[in-house]
């Protein structure tokens, strides 16, 4: 079986509430089995990894310049693309739903993206979108708790959080 790519997606400064959200979001991750898919650079970026790395998760970076160098030190597996910010749609091609932490408009760029490709995008304080149309907005669902975004996010691509119990169940 694959593993589940989970993109996480946030501003590249963060105070110290939304990193410690963050880092637990990357253990939660990690323990999931599921690899972590990002910008792989500072920020909330940088703190999820870090949490991922922690648990011996799996963390992949997009990076958007020419140099590995410019990676955060957590991320594993670096991806150097050169195309600046056009690498945030290889982002929502390569995961199969996001997390979004807080947010610039880098990360509206990237909810965007995955919300067009018909993905689900778990929002922890980040972007409050609507569409301009009567239209209901599917594919952003609001979350604060950590673990329990995690939860929906893997939920919502056919995935148990909780690989024990897939284990038990064989």
Known sequence: MQMRMVGVIGASMADEELSAIAEEVGRELAVSGAA?????????????CRGASAEGGVTIGIIPSDSRQDANPFVQIPIVTGIGMARNSVIAKTAEVFI??????????EIAYALSMGKTVVSIRSWNLEKASATPLHGL??????????????????????????????
């Open 36 to 48: 972590v898919v990002c910008g792989g650079l500072t920020g909330i970026i940088e703190s999820v």
């Open 100 to 109: 979004a932490i807080g947010g610039q408009f880098g990360t509206l760029s």
């Open 141 to 170: 669902i609001h979350e604060d708790n950590p673990k329990r975004a995690v939860e929906i996010a893997l939920e919502s691509i056919g995935c148990r959080a909780d690989p024990e119990h897939d284990a038990q169940s064989d």
